[in-house]
C-alpha cells in the first residue's frame, strides 16, 4: 500500500484563458480529457481516473492517482539471420554498438535470427510532463481560433496561464506559444472577476472548492444545477414557470462562472406584441428567459442569469440596467412591427421581385410563383382547396422583407402568419403562413395542419429541385442550402400525412416549373430523396434490411410514399413469424440457385409449360403469374400489404413440394433450363414486392 | 444631471485614460466612416511599419441605414466611437480596459459585466478578428477584438482593438432612455446647457431624409466609379505608390456604397461585386502601405 503511495499521485492541468465562446467550452472539456488520455496512453503512463472542468476561463482536468514513473520499456531489435555472411553481422553489431555477446538467438516462424533487446528506463512523469502538455496544446482543435500578441499558437481566446501540478507541487518547465514567447507552468489561478488578486493552490483535492470560495463554479453541471434549483424556488413561490429553452439554458451555463439568477419586468406597453417577437428579442440579443402562468400565458417577467455574488443593491441595479435594455430592444421591435402592421402584402411581393432566391433561379416572387403551382397539382392528395393551397403560397414569403423578420430572422413565417392574420386572410392561410418552415429536422414537430404541411413541402421540393437542376446537390459533408435537411422535411410530411404521391409524380410539376426535362437531374433526386426516406424510417425504429429491402424494389418511384411506408410496416411486423420465416428461407434457397447461374437481374425468361412433367412446376408457375396479378392489383393498396404478405406465406408449401420431387438440375439440359426459367420467374414476380435478399437472419 | 458623466466629460476621460496607458490621442478621421476602424491609424498602421502602436481617438460614424428621422430612441445614423489600438495585443488588455470604466464613473464591481463571443467581420476592410461585445448589466456598452487579419493580410504582432458605443455608454450611465435626453455639457439647461437632442436631432432628421429620400443617385454612382478610378491611378506608378491617398478613396467608395444601399438601388446580386471593388481598393491600399503592392 505505502509504495503504492509513492509511486502514484494526482494531477492538475488547468488552462486559464480570456473568456472562451460558451458554444465551445463543453467540447474542449472532452477534447482536453481524450488528448491528455492519448498522450498518457502512449507513454506507458498508468492512471485511476479523471474529472473535467469547463467555463469561461477555465479549462482544467484533475487525474487521480496517475503513475510518477513511466514504465521501463523492452525494445527488441531483429538483426540479421543467423546464418548470414559476416558483413551483415558486423554492420547489426556496428550500427547498434553492439558486442556479439549483447546478442541472442531466436528461433521465429522464418528461421533463426540474431536479436538485440533493450531495456529503456522509464523517465519521471513531471520529467515528460512539458512535452505532453506541448503536445496537448498543439493537438487542440477550437472551431475558430486566434493568435494574440506574437504568438503562433491559436486558441480560442487567449491563454494567458498554465497551472500543472503533480503531487500538489507545481511542475517545473513551459511550453513555447510563439517564437521565443512561453508560458510558465503556474501553481495559481484566477478568482471571478470581482477580485484581481491570484489565488494558490496549496492542494489539488481543495481546487474545486477554492475556487468555489473566490465565486467561480469550475463544473459546468454544478453551474446548471444552481440556475435550475435557484430559478424553480424563485419562481414556484409565484405560481410561474420558465419556458424550457435548453440550448439557452447550455448557452448561458457558459456564460457565467457563478450564476445569480434575476427577474425583470417588461414594461406593460410592449405586452400587446406578438408573443414571438417578445420571446425571440429577449432570447437573441439578451440571452433572457421567458417566463409563463400554468395557462402558459406569456408573463411580463423575465429571467436572467447574471454573472455576479448576490448583493441586493447591485442586483437591483443590475436588473434595473437590464430592464432598460429590453425597454431599448423592444421598442425598436415595435417601432419595427407598427411599420410592417401599416405595410400591405402587395407591397412585400413586389418587394420580392427584387429579392434573389439564388443565382439562375430567379427572384423570390418566382419561387412563389412556382410554389403555387405545384400547390394547386398537389392540394388533392392533401385534401386541401386548391384555391386556398395557391393563396398561401402566394403570401409565404412576404415577410422576409418585412421590418422585423429582417431584424429577427428567426421569426420568418411566424411574423407572416400574425400579419396574414392582421390582414384578415383566410384562416387556415394563416396558420398554414405561421408553420410552413416546420419541420426543421428528423426531430422536430410537423405543422399541424394539411395546408400548413403542403405549403411546407412545396417550398421544400422547389428548393431542392431548383438546387438540384444547377447542379448544386450536397457532396461530402458540405450541403450550403441545407437540403439534407429540406428532404428529411419533405419525407415526414409524406409519411405522416400518408400522401398517395410515388417520388416520380413528387417531382415532375417541380421539374416541368423550372422547364427542366433531363433524366439525369430527375434520377439524381430520386436517389438522394430514397436516401433520405431510408434514413427516416429507420429513425422511425423499423429494422434497416426491412427498409432496404422495401426501398430497392424495381420500380420504387412509382410506388406511392404511402404504400412503402404500409409496406414497411408489414414486413416489420411479420419479421418474426414463423411462417414467414419459412418463406425467407425458401427464398435464399431460390436466390442461391439463381445466383450460381449468374442469372442477371432483369433477365425475363420464356418458360415453357410444355416441358414440365410434374405438377409442382404447374403450380410454381400459377403461383408467380397469379402473385403477378395479385401485386398488380393489391399492390398500391394501403391495407392490402399484409394480404399480400399472406400471399407469400401461402407460397411455402407449393415451393417445397417443388424442391422435394423436383430435380432442377436435371441431366436434360432443356428440362434444366426450363425449371430455372421458371424459378427465375417466380423470383422476379416476388421481387416487385419486395427484395427479400436484404433481410438478414 | 452632474457634470461628472456629461458626454463630453466622457470623452475628455477616456482620452486622458489612454494617454497614460501611453497611447498617442489623435483626432477623428476627416471622412465619412462607417466605423473606427477605417481611420487609416487602424486599417494601416497595424499593418506596420512599427511593430509597436498604441493610439486613441473619438471616431464620429455614419450609418445611412440606421436613419429613423429621429424617432427612435436609440437609433442613429450619425454617432460616436470612442477607438483604442493597441499593438501588440498587451496581456493585460481586459484589466486595462475595465480599468477604463472606472473614470468614467463606472465601476466594474458594482454592475453585471460580461464578454460575450462577437466575432468581427468586415468584408469591405477584408478585416476580420476574433473577441466579444462587452455587456454592462444586459447592454452592449464596447467592442472588443484580435485582429487577425486587414486588407485580407495577416496582423502581425497581433492588435487589440477597443471600440466604446459612445452614446450607448452615456445613456447606461447616465439612465436615459431616449439618445436624444442625453445631457452633453454638463450645464444647467437655463444656462444654456445643451443635450444630444439640441445639438443633432435636426441633423438625424434631415440626413435621414437625404438619405432615404433625396441623395442623387445617378450622381452617386459616377462617384463610387471616380473613387475605384483615383485609387487605381494612385497605386499605378510603382515607383511612386500613393498608398494614403489610394486608402482615402475607398474610404469615400466605401461610404457612397452605404449611402446608395440605404436608398435600396443596390440589387442583392449586385451588391456581393460592389463589396468586392471596396475589398480590393483596401486589399491595394494595404499592399502599397507595406510597400508590397505588385509583389
Known amino acids: 500500500m505505502n509504495s503504492m503511495e509513492k509511486s502514484r499521485g494526482n494531477l492538475l492541468l488547468e488552462f486559464f484563458s480570456e473568456e472562451i465562446p460558451a458554444m465551445m467550452q463543453l467540447n474542449s472539456e472532452i477534447q482536453l480529457q481524450n488528448l491528455f488520455v492519448k498522450s498518457l496512453t502512449k507513454r506507458n503512463i498508468a492512471f485511476e481516473s479523471f474529472k473535467t472542468f469547463s467555463g469561461p476561463r477555465h479549462l482544467s482536468i484533475i487525474i487521480k492517482s496517475i503513475e510518477l514513473e513511466q514504465k521501463d520499456q523492452e525494445i527488441e531489435k531483429r538483426g540479421p539471420r543467423f546464418d548470414a555472411n559476416q558483413k551483415a553481422i558486423d554492420g547489426f553489431l556496428k550500427s547498434n554498438q553492439l558486442k556479439i555477446g549483447e546478442t541472442i538467438i531466436k528461433e521465429t516462424n522464418n528461421g533463426k535470427f540474431y536479436f538485440h533487446s533493450q531495456i529503456i528506463k522509464g523517465q519521471k512523469t513531471y520529467e515528460i510532463l512539458p ?50 514567447v512561453f508560458l510558465n507552468f503556474t501553481n495559481f489561478t484566477f478568482p471571478h472577476r470581482y477580485s484581481d488578486k491570484k489565488i494558490v493552490i496549496n492542494k489539488i483535492e481543495n481546487y474545486e472548492q477554492l475556487l468555489e470560495e473566490n465565486f467561480v463554479i469550475l463544473d459546468r453541471n454544478k453551474r446548471l444545477d444552481k440556475i435550475i434549483n435557484d430559478t424553480s424556488s424563485l419562481l414556484d413561490k409565484g405560481k410561474l414557470k420558465l419556458v424550457n429553452d435548453k440550448s439557452l439554458l447550455e448557452e448561458v451555463v457558459g456564460l457565467v462562472e457563478y450564476p445569480n439568477i434575476l427577474i425583470g419586468s417588461i414594461s406593460n406597453e410592449f405586452m400587446k406584441l406578438p408573443r414571438e417577437v417578445l420571446s425571440t428579442a429577449m432570447r437573441v440579443h439578451q440571452k433572457y428567459f421567458s417566463i409563463t402562468d400554468k395557462e402558459n400565458n406569456l408573463n411580463s417577467k423575465f429571467l436572467f442569469v447574471a454573472n455576479s455574488i448576490k448583493e441586493k443593491n447591485r442586483d437591483f441595479r443590475v436588473i434595473e440596467g437590464n430592464e432598460r435594455v429590453l425597454k431599448a430592444r423592444l421598442s425598436d421591435a415595435s417601432y419595427f412591427f407598427e411599420n410592417d402592421i401599416a405595410n400591405t402584402f402587395e407591397n412585400w411581393n413586389e418587394k420580392l421581385k427584387h429579392v434573389l432566391f439564388y443565382e439562375s433561379l430567379g427572384s423570390l416572387h418566382d419561387k412563389i410563383i412556382r410554389m403555387a403551382n405545384i400547390s394547386k397539382i398537389f392540394a388533392k392528395e392533401f385534401g386541401v382547396k386548391s384555391e386556398l393551397a395557391k393563396q398561401a403560397a402566394i403570401l409565404s414569403k412576404a415577410d422576409l422583407v418585412s421590418e422585423i423578420v429582417m431584424e429577427f430572422p428567426e421569426l420568418q413565417g411566424i411574423m407572416g402568419g400574425h400579419y396574414a392574420k392582421i390582414k384578415n386572410e383566410h384562416k387556415e392561410v394563416t396558420k398554414a403562413i405561421f408553420e410552413h418552415y416546420k419541420p426543421k429536422g428528423v426531430s422536430d414537430d410537423l405543422p399541424e395542419t394539411k395546408l400548413g404541411s403542403l405549403l411546407s413541402m412545396v417550398d421544400k421540393i422547389d428548393t431542392l429541385v431548383g438546387f438540384f437542376s444547377i447542379d448544386k446537390k450536397p457532396t461530402g459533408s458540405k450541403d450550403p442550402f441545407a437540403l439534407r435537411r429540406n428532404s428529411f422535411s419533405i419525407v415526414q410530411i409524406l409519411i405522416n400525412f400518408k400522401i398517395n404521391l410515388s417520388l416520380n409524380e413528387l417531382f415532375e410539376p417541380s421539374l416541368n416549373e423550372y422547364g427542366c426535362s433531363s433524366q439525369s437531374i430527375k434520377r439524381n433526386l430520386i436517389d438522394f430523396m430514397i436516401d433520405k426516406l431510408k434514413y427516416v424510417f429507420s429513425y422511425k425504429k423499423n429494422r434497416m434490411d426491412v427498409v432496404n429491402s422495401v426501398l430497392n424494389t424495381k420500380f420504387i418511384n412509382d410506388i406511392p410514399i404511402k404504400i412503402i411506408s404500409s409496406r414497411i410496416h408489414s414486413m416489420s411486423k411479420f419479421t418474426e413469424n414463423n411462417d414467414f420465416k419459412i418463406f425467407l428461407a425458401n427464398y435464399k434457397r431460390i436466390n442461391n440457385i439463381l445466383k450460381s447461374e449468374k442469372f442477371s437481374n432483369d433477365a425475363v425468361l420464356q418458360v415453357n409449360t410444355k416441358v414440365f412433367d410434374t405438377i409442382e412446376e404447374q403450380n410454381i408457375y400459377n403461383l408467380s403469374k397469379s402473385f403477378s396479378k395479385e401485386i398488380f392489383k393489391k399492390g398500391i393498396c394501403e391495407k392490402s400489404q399484409d394480404i399480400l404478405i399472406n400471399y407469400l406465406i401461402k407460397m411455402n408449401e407449393p415451393i417445397s413440394l417443388f424442391f422435394d420431387n423436383v430435380i432442377v438440375n436435371h441431366i436434360d439440359h432443356k428440362v434444366r433450363i426450363n425449371r430455372l426459367n421458371l424459378l427465375k420467374n417466380l423470383h422476379n414476380s416476388i421481387s416487385k414486392f419486395s427484395i427479400f435478399e436484404f433481410i438478414e437472419d | 444631471m452632474s457634470a461628472n458623466n456629461s458626454f463630453q466629460k466622457i470623452i475628455t476621460s477616456l482620452q486622458s485614460y489612454w494617454i497614460d496607458q501611453g497611447c498617442v490621442l489623435l483626432q477623428p478621421y476627416d471622412l465619412e466612416v462607417g466605423a473606427g476602424t477605417f481611420h487609416p491609424a487602424t486599417v494601416l498602421r497595424v499593418l506596420g511599419p512599427d511593430p509597436i502602436w498604441k493610439a486613441a481617438y473619438v471616431q464620429p460614424c455614419r450609418r445611412p441605414t440606421d436613419g429613423r428621422y429621429g424617432e427612435n430612441p436609440n437609433r442613429l445614423q450619425h454617432y460616436y466611437q470612442f477607438q483604442v489600438i493597441i499593438q501588440p495585443s498587451p496581456e493585460d488588455i481586459q484589466n486595462l480596459y475595465l480599468e477604463s470604466l472606472k473614470f468614467i464613473g463606472l465601476n466594474p464591481k458594482d454592475h453585471d459585466i460580461r464578454f460575450v463571443e462577437d466575432d468581427w467581420e468586415s468584408p469591405t476592410l477584408g478585416a476580420s478578428g476574433l473577441g466579444w461585445e462587452i455587456w454592462c448589466d444586459g447592454m452592449e456598452i464596447s467592442q472588443f477584438t484580435y485582429f487577425q487579419q486587414v486588407g485580407g493580410i495577416e496582423v502581425k504582432p497581433v492588435a487589440s482593438e477597443i471600440t466604446y458605443g459612445l452614446e450607448r455608454l452615456a445613456m447606461f450611465i447616465q439612465k436615459i432612455e431616449n439618445v436624444y435626453d442625453l445631457d452633453w455639457d454638463g450645464n444647467d439647461k437655463k444656462k444654456g446647457g445643451k443635450t444630444y437632442g439640441d445639438i443633432f436631432l435636426q441633423q438625424e432628421k434631415e440626413f435621414s431624409k437625404y438619405n432615404f429620400e433625396k441623395s442623387e443617385t445617378s450622381a452617386l454612382f459616377k462617384q463610387f466609379n471616380d473613387a475605384e478610378t483615383e485609387c487605381k491611378n494612385l497605386l499605378d506608378d510603382n515607383k511612386n505608390l500613393l498608398a494614403l491617398p489610394a486608402y482615402h478613396q475607398c474610404i469615400k467608395a466605401s461610404h457612397i456604397f452605404n449611402l446608395l444601399d440605404a436608398r435600396g438601388v443596390i440589387s442583392v446580386s449586385e451588391r456581393q461585386s460592389y463589396i468586392l471593388r471596396v475589398r480590393n481598393m483596401a486589399r491595394s491600399s494595404c499592399l502599397a502601405w507595406m510597400g508590397k503592392l505588385n509583389e
Open chain 1, 131 to 180: 512535452e505532453i502538455i506541448s503536445e496537448i496544446i498543439n493537438g487542440f482543435v477550437w472551431p475558430k481560433s486566434q493568435r494574440w500578441a506574437n504568438t503562433d499558437l491559436k486558441w480560442a481566446r487567449p491563454l494567458r496561464n498554465i497551472v500543472l501540478l503533480l503531487n500538489d507541487d507545481v511542475v517545473r518547465g513551459k511550453v513555447e506559444i510563439g517564437k521565443n
